[in-house]
């Protein structure tokens, strides 16, 4: 076999301006751009991209490891402004449940890669590490219980060329959470030219109404360089799928005349002035130098629902004996004790409205309760702001003499802060009594991340077919999680909670001053990435990662990659790597108090430090590493107009962190703690809190297959994309819980599918996506039944649903598209919950909203385009 000559200096020039291009400088930018516009006028063009890989960028056809590609055009074909949605229509291993009541989930919902929790995926802009939300999924849905991962839906889709996923465990190249994979979302980056959008949509049921601008503009920098500015501002409505809960149904038909029309809503939150800017900028500095340096700043309000507060039952607000009498209140004990008003006929059944008023306003002036505020009941409201800020800078070139000549360098440094400032409405801190506000501004939680990275790339003579391409770097970074406490009233222990009003804003209680605080950890990386074509056919790489923590030390990870090309079309490939995901720092030192149901009833819950002693008296210890082990193999071809990659993986993960279950104190815990000296014990009722508890072993497949042709006189391709995921829990304690174990193997669909159809003319085109979602586990109201009690969930069915979208193109400037998701408004599973006796639909929902195609069915949408 013929070997290169590695000292052949135009092949290094290449192979140096190839390497380079991992932050692409405008003048290389504008060449690209139009040598693609030229390429597709004879065939499809080769999708490159820079993720997983520290050589030159590689076609996804010639890398070791799977990697899909979405193009910015692709991303505009959908209805869809969350960036979540955008790409789970694309890659069906990649999973996103609506949440429509889950606390903090409500803010930033987590998604899933391969089955795994929303942080074991890295999130990378520009091939650089992005900083996690500081939203933390207390009610993660099982899966995501105390995830905290990025906020990807702070990026629009018009700012970005493409969006790379990396389907394979990489933490020996990147560092933490990269145990499911990595998506690398790659900015714009031309110095001329732009677009405007106008999108307005609705679902058809007539809510979620969405109006959205969005604009591109690229600039020169100088005669050597370019910005590139995007931005996007919108607002959606909230969405309804509910019908009236049966208690508050009951109490209308009754004669209660402040019943609201629906009183739990089961939706999409109202998401108001969603502004996002994002701003890509590089400049050439001569003799193989350039800066880069890119940003965002992005802010949104978030309005969701809560679960309804039942006016004759609600603990520490309307009754603490179940509903058998109204809770009140004493102003003046000295005035004498307040009469006794019940809420139970003979029989057992609820007093109609009207008695229960009278007996209420007969009331002693010394005397109060809720019931006089809130006849109906209440539903608290719960949103919050949150605001995303980042900034990343560096430079990168090629050292050009002495010790270090013809080494390339990239120096970069990065800070990312995301704040999360919630609110609650229409609600009370009950042991206030009737001087409670019913707003509350509970605190807020802020994630700043600091990144700095020395990365350097060596092409090595070494007698083989190609130079021995060494990376190596280091990497510091710095993690801070700060809580500020909220207003007095959230948290304030009132005067009448010795008469058994509950504490704090309901719902939501406020962060305390001594809850409040910041929590931060330093580490350092050192690692090399060895990549060498041994022959024509064969490709080998080699990657090493130590990392060093502050607190609980040290890990040291590796990766092991293979191609080998059989013909010129065939190939397979395979991977081994170890990887880790270390524990956040709000997942080691958050606390917070929810409520949560548990066998279908409203319960205030408690979530610790795990090394709070009370944690640790039922089981907490100090927060380990999750650690990772991967296998994959597949095989490629590519002949042609076809392309197809099938992927077998596993990815075994050992000591997975997650939010406990929710654990009852009993009489011999608080006596334990009171005698180690904790205070306030009798008030905590359950407990749960983040813990290294269980082992899990998820594997699949992957097929994904592309074609493009001349058809019907126009220009045509074909995507099919394939999922098979399963994942079983291999070890767990009752710590984790039956329920959690059911939700983690269960609640997503072992199999989806994508398939699509782009029919392309001169005046206009076509795109049509078929989407098939497997059979999955449909859980209500988180709850999950026991062998000895049943809960709600139920094996719900599969569903297919189909998208369009047409676009007539007026002028080379102005494009006109209507199109649908879910265009025949399929339904989603509906709730059927009266196998376990309990009337269907108890809390007001009409589906499961563990549906993997969301509830709120078809979504019609008109967009209008002007590019310039």
């Known amino acids: 076999m013929k070997i290169h000559n590695n000292y052949n200096p135009v092949a290094r020039s290449v192979k140096f301006a190839l390497a380079a291009s991992l932050c692409i400088s405008a003048s290389v930018a504008v060449a690209q751009e139009q040598q693609t516009a030229d390429a597709t006028k004879e065939k499809a063009v080769e999708k490159i991209a820079v993720v997983g890989s520290r050589s030159a960028p590689r076609s996804i056809g010639d890398s070791p490891v799977p990697i899909d590609i979405i193009g910015g055009e692709e991303l505009s074909k959908n209805g869809s402004t969350d960036m979540l949605n955008l790409i789970t229509t694309t890659v069906p291993s990649l999973n996103v449940h609506s949440n429509p009541i889950s606390d903090a989930a409500t803010l930033v919902r987590p998604m899933n890669l391969r089955g795994l929790s929303a942080d074991s995926t890295l999130i990378l802009t520009n091939?650089?590490?992005?900083?996690?939300?500081s939203v933390i999924a207390f009610l993660g849905g099982g899966i995501n219980d105390g995830a905290q991962?990025?906020?990807?839906?702070?990026?629009?889709?018009?700012?970005?060329?493409?969006?790379?996923?990396?389907?394979?465990?990489?933490?020996?190249?990147?560092?933490?959470?990269?145990?499911?994979?990595?998506?690398?979302?790659?900015l714009k980056n031309a110095d001329q030219g732009g677009s405007f959008?106008?999108?307005h949509g609705e679902y058809y049921e007539g809510d979620g109404t969405s109006t959205e601008f969005a604009g591109n503009i690229g600039m020169p920098l100088t005669d050597n360089g370019f910005v590139n500015a995007s931005f996007q501002y919108k607002n959606v409505d909230p969405t309804s799928r509910s019908e009236q809960r049966p208690d508050a149904q009951a109490f209308a038909d009754g004669g209660n005349p402040n019943i609201a029309p629906i009183a739990q809503v089961w939706g999409s939150p109202e998401i108001s002035d969603d502004l996002t800017i994002f701003i890509n900028s590089g400049l050439d500095l001569g003799n193989g130098r350039e800066a880069y340096l890119f940003g965002n700043y992005s802010e949104r309000d978030v309005t969701g629902g809560f679960y309804y507060r039942n006016p004759y039952n609600r603990g520490g607000v309307f009754s603490n004996d179940g509903g058998e009498t109204l809770l009140i209140g004493n102003t003046d004990l000295a005035a004498g004790a307040c009469p006794t008003i019940g809420l139970k006929d003979g029989s057992g059944s609820n007093l109609p409205f009207d008695a229960v008023n009278s007996a209420v306003g007969a009331l002693p002036s010394n005397c109060f309760t809720f019931f006089s505020m809130f006849p109906g009941g209440f539903t608290p409201t719960f949103g919050g702001n949150v605001t995303d800020t980042s900034i990343t800078a560096g430079t990168k070139g090629a050292f050009k003499s002495g010790m270090l000549e013809d080494i390339l360098y990239d120096f970069s440094g990065s800070v990312g802060r995301n704040e999360s400032s919630y609110m609650m409405t229409n609600t009370i801190n009950a042991s206030l009594g009737l001087d409670?506000?019913?707003?509350?501004?509970?605190?807020?939680?802020?994630?700043?991340?600091?990144?700095?990275?020395a990365d350097f790339v060596k092409f090595v003579p070494a007698g083989l077919y190609e130079d021995l391409t060494v990376a190596f770097g280091a990497q510091w970074t710095e993690e801070t999680f700060e809580v500020v406490a909220g207003d007095s009233a959230s948290f304030e222990v009132g005067q009448f909670v010795d008469q058994g009003f509950s504490i704090g804003s309901n719902g939501f209680p406020g962060f305390k001053p001594e809850d409040a605080g910041v929590s931060?950890?330093?580490n350092y990386a050192f690692y090399t990435d060895i990549e060498a074509e041994m022959?024509?056919?064969?490709?080998?790489?080699?990657?090493l990662r130590f990392e060093d923590y502050d607190t609980f030390g040290s890990t040291l990870n590796y990766k092991l990659t293979a191609q080998y090309r059989l013909t010129d079309d065939w190939a397979v490939r395979g991977s081994h790597s170890t990887g880790f995901r270390a524990p956040t720092v709000g997942q080691a030192n958050v606390s917070n108090v929810q409520t949560n149901l548990e066998s279908g009833l409203l319960v205030d819950s408690a979530l610790l430090p795990p090394t709070n002693p009370v944690s640790i008296e039922l089981g907490g210890?100090?927060?380990?590493?999750?650690?990772?082990?991967?296998?994959?193999?597949?095989v490629v071809y590519s002949g042609g107009d076809i392309f197809m990659t099938l992927d077998y993986y596993r990815i075994d993960v050992d000591d997975r962190i997650s939010q406990s279950s929710k654990i009852n104190l009993t009489d011999a815990n608080r006596e334990a703690l009171k005698a180690a000296g904790v205070k306030n014990v009798d008030s905590i009722q359950q407990v749960s809190f983040f813990t290294n508890d269980f082992d899990t072993k998820t594997q699949g497949i992957d097929f994904v297959a592309s074609y493009s042709t001349y058809l019907l006189e126009g220009r045509s391709s074909f995507n099919f994309a394939y999922n098979w995921n399963d994942t079983s829990v291999k070890s767990a304690t009752a710590i984790t819980g039956l329920d959690k174990v059911s939700r983690l193997e269960n609640d997503l669909p072992n199999h989806r599918a994508t398939l699509t159809w782009n029919q392309s003319y001169d005046d206009w085109s076509v795109f049509v996506r078929t989407n098939y979602f497997g059979e999955y586990q449909g859980v209500h109201v988180d709850w999950v039944g026991t062998p000895s009690e049943p809960g709600t969930e139920v094996n719900a069915k599969a569903k297919v649903t189909f998208d369009a979208e047409f676009s007539y193109f007026i002028n080379d400037e102005f494009v006109v598209s209507l199109g649908a998701q879910n265009i025949f408004d399929t339904k989603p599973e509906r709730l059927n919950l009266s196998a376990v006796g309990e009337p269907n639909n108890a809390f007001g929902g009409k589906y499961y909203e563990t549906s993997p195609m969301g509830i709120n069915g078809g979504y019609y949408y008109l967009k209008g385009t002007y590019k310039f």
Do not use: C
């Not at 064969?538 to 990657?543: D, H, I, N, R, V």
């Open 127 to 133: 091939g650089k590490r992005r900083h996690k939300s």
């Open 520 to 522: 931060s950890r330093r």
């Open 197 to 199: 959008e106008v999108k």
């Open 621 to 634: 210890s100090e927060l380990q590493p999750e650690e990772s082990t991967s296998f994959a193999a597949g």
């Open 436 to 453: 409670s506000p019913t707003e509350f501004n509970p605190g807020k939680y802020i994630q700043l991340e600091k990144n700095f990275t």
């Open 149 to 186: 991962g990025a906020d990807v839906s702070v990026i629009p889709g018009i700012a970005l060329k493409q969006v790379e996923i990396l389907r394979d465990g990489a933490a020996a190249q990147y560092g933490s959470d990269a145990i499911a994979g990595v998506i690398n979302f790659v």
């Open 535 to 543: 022959t024509e056919a064969l490709l080998m790489g080699f990657a």
